[in-house]
């Protein structure tokens, strides 16, 4: 048996003791998890001004508001809001804007009923297009009842 102690950088000690696999295992662990909060204090404390940090976020794409959106009704409320619904749109244009703008693919399952939805809560209206395919547009103020 092999014991260790560890001593975090909060000042915490941690007293392990197991084969030597195990106590690799565990120090890598903790190697890996101090090795991350290092570089997220060394990242956070330049930018105790706001202006500086949202400056510097727009050109990493992690911490990029837009790319970070988590759900798919999210992501079409976001297209609302940017005026991509003013004309009708079809599925896969929706898709195909999602995975351009969002680097994110989001499956035809996924996005059809988040549309739905949406049509529910008036927010888009939906019409058969000539092409046999539905175009999904944004509800105006004067008519907020979807059409399905």
Do not use: C
């Amino acid at each position: 048996m092999t014991e260790v102690k560890i001593k975090t950088t909060s000042g915490a000690i941690i007293s392990v003791k197991g084969t030597t696999a195990e106590v690799n295992e565990i120090l890598d662990f903790w190697q890996r998890r101090e090795d991350y909060f290092k570089r997220r204090r060394f990242y956070f404390r330049h930018f105790e001004d706001d202006r500086n940090r949202e400056a510097h976020e727009k050109t990493m794409p992690f911490f990029n508001n837009k790319k970070t959106i988590s759900s798919p009704k999210a992501r079409v409320i976001e297209l609302i809001k940017d005026g991509f619904f003013n004309d009708y749109r079809t599925l896969p244009e929706i898709r195909e804007r999602i995975q351009k703008q969002y680097e994110l693919y989001i499956a035809n399952a996924s996005l059809h009923p988040t549309l739905m939805l949406l049509i529910g809560q008036g927010k888009l209206e939906r019409e058969k297009r000539k092409n046999g395919l539905w175009g999904y547009k944004e509800v105006k103020e004067e008519g907020k009842n979807g059409k399905t």
